[in-house]
């Protein structure tokens, strides 16, 4: 009688299967997650913009349109973005950016992605 040694044609499959399955997935959510990390990108810019320089609201949005077309940031949208003033003055200290990303996966199956990112840079009072 002979020992069998390895893995049969169907279990070859079904491990095929499984590494196509997770193929498909990180073929979806990297890109996903890459538009995510250019938009923090662009947030610790404006950071540096907002703490440096004195903008009103309309400058701030004319400048996040400026860098997210420059950075093929498409799923930001205006309705997205939150820009408040500083409790004291009428310049913009704080942006909110709070977004979804949906792709398509698998037939009527989508994968979600939901981004939240902010910064703040009013002065602490004591």
Known sequence: MHKQRGMTLISWVFVLLIIAFFAALAMRLVPMYQEYYGVLQIMDGMETELKNNKLTKK??????????????????KKGDI??????????????IIDYEKRVP??????????????????????
């Open 82 to 95: 939150e820009i408040h003033r500083g409790k004291n003055n009428v310049h913009v200290t704080k942006v």
């Open 105 to 126: 996966f698998i037939a009527q199956l989508d994968l979600v992605g939901h981004f939240k990112t902010e910064i703040d840079v009013e002065p602490k009072r004591k």
């Open 59 to 76: 400058q701030v949005m004319t400048l996040f349109e400026k860098r997210f077309n420059t950075g093929y940031i498409f799923s930001v």
